[in-house]
Nanobody
Framework: QVQLVESGGGLVQAGGSLRLSCAASGRTFSNNVMGWFRQAPGKEREIVAS????????YYPDSVRGRFTISRDNAKNTVYLQMNSLKPEDTAVYYC?????????????????WGQGTQVTVSS
């Protein structure tokens, strides 16, 4: 499995922006679909965004579509999540995940490797 380390979380006011980064180890990074998930206290882990191996295809749930953007730089073994127009409902621990497949998955069970998570808190 690929090792993943997230960074960039923090505290931001509603309407603000944050950019999360996920650094991956290993030469197999480009063979992995990448995803971002989040989990709020007492809630199930949910998909935030996913991106294909080449970066050509992305997926977003309705809750974040138009506000969040996932991207990747395979040369740097890094995936990003740009979060704009943040809302208090976005408060959660955000996790980076990798899936050794060419097909995007929207469920946590579809991913093989996980980062440690980074806290995002949005104040009203």
């Amino acid at each position: 499995q690929v090792q993943l380390v997230e960074s960039g979380g923090g505290l931001v006011q509603a309407g603000g922006s944050l950019r999360l980064s996920c650094a991956a180890s290993g030469r197999t990074f480009s063979n992995n679909v990448m995803g971002w998930f989040r989990q709020a206290p007492g809630k199930e882990r949910e998909i935030v965004a996913s991106i294909s191996r080449s970066g050509a295809t992305t997926y977003y749930p309705d809750s974040v579509r138009g506000r969040f953007t996932i991207s990747r730089d395979n040369a740097k073994n890094t995936v990003y999540l740009q979060m704009n127009s943040l809302k208090p409902e976005d408060t959660a621990v955000y996790y980076c995940a990798a899936r050794l497949s060419f097909v995007i998955s929207t469920t946590p069970r579809g991913y093989d490797s996980w980062g440690q998570g980074t806290q995002v808190t949005v104040s009203s």
